[in-house]
């Protein structure tokens, strides 16, 4: 059974900092390409951030600069560091797993269905 679990989300003003983790289990991060996603309410999931297996990242443009991706191999982990936060950060933040590469989707709306595994999501709010 695979599981995605998110972690580190919270409430922080503007010019603050998070870092997202996730957890994956029931499978390696080798067999998988990663990515988060974000989702404001009533918009579809958006790719913010992906790693491909051999370490190449992709970034939406609104935050290029700011989030950082990073892949720990060898704990099954995922971060996303997420510094210079803006109000127009706000969202809930879901990591994913998928077969096929996710750069592809980075700054792409997606419906749910088109990628394979979803964490259950983590809520980053910031406030101006």
């Known amino acids: 059974q695979v599981q995605l679990v998110e972690s580190g989300g919270g409430s922080v003003q503007a010019g603050g900092s998070l870092r997202l983790s996730c957890v994956a289990s029931?499978?390696?991060?080798?067999?998988?390409?990663m990515a988060w996603f974000r989702q404001e309410e009533g918009k579809e999931r958006e790719g913010v951030a992906a790693i491909d297996g051999d370490g190449t990242t992709k970034y939406e443009e609104s935050v290029k600069g700011r989030f950082t991706i990073a892949l720990d191999n060898a704990k099954n982990m995922l971060f996303l560091k997420m510094n210079e936060l803006k109000p127009e950060d706000t969202a809930m933040y879901y990591c994913?797993?998928?077969?096929?590469?996710?750069?592809?989707?980075?700054?792409?709306?997606?419906?749910?269905?088109?990628?394979?595994?979803w964490g259950q999501g983590t809520q980053v709010t910031v406030s101006s």
């Open positions: 994913a797993a998928d077969p096929g590469p996710l750069t592809v989707v980075v700054g792409v709306p997606v419906p749910q269905g088109n990628v394979y595994y």
């Open positions: 029931g499978y390696t991060h080798s067999s998988y390409y």
